[in-house]
C-alpha cells in the first residue's frame, strides 16, 4: 500500500486524541489550503496515513 489518506471534520481533534492515547500525532502541514496531519507509518502498521481536514 503506498498509502492511506483519510478526511475528518477537524485535525485538532485527531491530535487530541493521539495525546490522550499517549501517542505523538505527528507534523502538519498545509497543502492547497488544506491541512495535512502525517502518522508514523510505526503506529499505523507500517502504512503511511495522512489525515486531512474536510474544511479548506
Not at 492511506?4 to 500525532?25: H, K, S, T
Not at 507509518?41 to 481536514?53: E, G, H, R, T, Y
Amino acid at each position: 500500500m503506498i498509502g492511506l489518506w483519510l478526511e475528518a471534520d477537524g485535525v485538532d481533534q485527531v491530535i487530541a486524541g493521539f495525546r490522550a492515547a499517549g501517542l505523538d500525532a505527528g507534523a502538519i502541514r498545509i497543502e492547497s489550503r488544506r491541512r495535512i496531519l502525517t502518522i508514523d507509518p510505526k503506529l499505523a502498521n507500517q502504512v503511511p496515513l495522512f489525515i486531512f481536514d474536510r474544511k479548506a
